[in-house]
Each structure stands twice: as structure tokens, then as C-alpha cells.
């Protein structure tokens, strides 16, 4: 089991910047291929940010291609979501989640939410413009 909890949302001006963290307790956070999500008012949780359990794969979407970055340190425990040049349609909750341990090969990342087993409750970003 691994317990992820989010931090670091609030309200930002577009343009502005914000450090998503999520903490990670239980099993070896290591092994762990992670990714970030997020959930817009009356829209589907969508795939923002992934990176292989080796660190040494990252993906993104489109959306947030050159304006996010996601890292990790496994020594704390915690994965990031750097946010950058923030525009209010990056507004939602964000949700930290990660796949079963050593999912996939050394570079292997994912977008499918079906394929993330642990979840955060999440953290509101707003963006206003």
C-alpha cells in the first residue's frame, strides 16, 4: 500500500507559478512509476504529467508541454509538479497517483488513469485571469 497526500494548491494570478508536492508513505516510493492528473468542474480527470519509477522517463500533455515540470526525491519521499506561465485553464484539482511497483520497464510512463492504482485526494489550483 502506498498513502499519497497532496499539497500546494491555491489561488494564483495567470501568469504565476506554483510547486505541486505529494507525499508518499507505506511501500518503497522508489519502485513506484508516478503521475499527476487533474479534474476541471464538470469535466473527466485527465492525464497531465507521468514519470517511470527509474526517474528517468517523463511525459506530458500537450496542454503543459514547456510550462510544467514533474521530479521526484525519493530520499523525501515526494514527487513535484513544478506549474509555470499558469493560465486559468490549468484551473482544477490536481491528483497525485501511482502504478503497482516496477510497472513497466526502466523508461516505461503512463497516461491511462486505469493504470494508476494509488490515489491523493487531491489539491485545488485556481488560476484567475
Known amino acids: 500500500q502506498v498513502q499519497l497526500v497532496e499539497s500546494g494548491g491555491g489561488l494564483v494570478q495567470a501568469g504565476g507559478s506554483l510547486r505541486l508536492s505529494c507525499a508518499a508513505s507505506g511501500r518503497a516510493f522508489s519502485s513506484h512509476a508516478m503521475g499527476w492528473f487533474r479534474q476541471a468542474p464538470g469535466k473527466e480527470r485527465e492525464f497531465v504529467a507521468a514519470?517511470?519509477?527509474?526517474?528517468?522517463?517523463?511525459y506530458y500533455a500537450d496542454s503543459v508541454q514547456g510550462r510544467f515540470t514533474i521530479s521526484r526525491d525519493n530520499a523525501k519521499n515526494t514527487l513535484y509538479l513544478q506549474m509555470t506561465s499558469l493560465m486559468p485553464e490549468d484551473t482544477a484539482v490536481y491528483f497525485c497517483?501511482?502504478?503497482?511497483?516496477?510497472?513497466?520497464?526502466?523508461?516505461?510512463?503512463?497516461?491511462?488513469?486505469?493504470?494508476?492504482?494509488?490515489w491523493g485526494q487531491g489539491t485545488q489550483v485556481t488560476v484567475s485571469s
Open positions: 514519470l517511470s519509477w527509474s526517474g528517468g522517463a517523463t
Open positions: 497517483a501511482a502504478r503497482a511497483p516496477y510497472s513497466g520497464s526502466y523508461y516505461t510512463t503512463s497516461t491511462k488513469l486505469s493504470e494508476y492504482e494509488y
